[in-house]
């Protein structure tokens, strides 16, 4: 029982560079979200999905974009790193807003 | 601006002894209160949560205390054990906007 699914787990990417954090979950859950996390300051939404077909802004969602790109995928793109968006990633998921979120095991950014 | 204010940053407990972490939020909108356990390279995992109609919940060695007009919140790991070492978030939820607010967390270091 795989739940939420996150590639890649690490990555290192340079100043202006684009890429694309996927996530995956087979909970067969309608709500998908991003966080990321930081030290002393917890997690923070990113972006989130209540359903397939919609997405909505979170708490911290500049320099990011993401897609849903269908009930299972949730990715989140990053168009052009920059130093600040070093963090670790979390996607997560749950059956809707209302219910209990499962995390994903992180994808650990350095953007140098 | 975090909305909900967690201490201490980190805490080191003999193994039977009890640990405590406070919480404290000002919104009066947020109706669910769950904590998580986080192992290193791992996501967040719901340990506990608790509505604020219920002054305390018990589940195992875990109590969460809840004080309404103090807008405080805690957690009580009893008979702390070395595979209690983590970091502990406390959350509050607002079922109005969906919107969940971590604290910053605290590492629990039980020592044998």
């Known amino acids: 029982n795989a739940g939420v699914t996150q590639t890649p787990k690490f990555q290192v990417l340079k100043t202006g560079q684009s890429m694309t954090l996927q996530c995956a979950q087979d909970?067969?859950?309608?709500?998908m979200y991003w966080y990321r996390q930081d030290p002393g300051m917890g997690l923070r939404l990113i972006y989130y999905?209540?359903?397939?077909?919609?997405?909505d802004k979170g708490e911290v969602p500049n320099g990011y974009n993401v897609s849903r790109l269908n009930k299972r995928e949730f990715s989140l793109r990053l168009e052009s790193a920059a130093p600040s968006q070093t963090s670790v990633y979390f996607c997560?998921?749950?059956?809707?807003?209302?219910?209990?979120?499962?995390f994903g095991q992180g994808t650990r950014l350095t953007v140098v | 601006q975090q909305q909900v204010k967690q201490s201490p940053q980190s805490l080191i407990v003999q193994k039977g002894g009890i640990s405590i972490i406070n919480c404290a939020y000002e919104?009066?909108?947020?109706?669910?209160f769950p904590w998580y356990q986080q192992f290193p390279g791992k996501g967040p995992a719901l340990l506990i949560a608790?509505?604020?109609?219920?002054s305390e919940k018990k589940e195992g060695r875990f109590t969460i205390s809840f004080n309404k007009s103090a807008k405080q919140f805690s957690l009580h790991i009893m008979d702390s054990q070395p595979g209690d070492s983590a970091t502990y978030f406390c959350?509050?939820?607002?079922?109005?906007?969906?919107?969940?607010?971590f604290g910053a967390g605290t590492t629990v270091t039980v020592r044998a």
């Open positions: 909970m067969n859950h309608n709500s």
């Open positions: 997560a998921s749950s059956f809707d807003l209302n219910t209990e979120a499962f």
């Open positions: 919104n009066t909108a947020f109706d669910y």
């Open positions: 608790i509505r604020p109609d219920v």
């Open positions: 959350a509050a939820f607002s079922s109005n906007d969906y919107k969940l607010s």
């Open positions: 999905s209540a359903s397939e077909g919609t997405t």
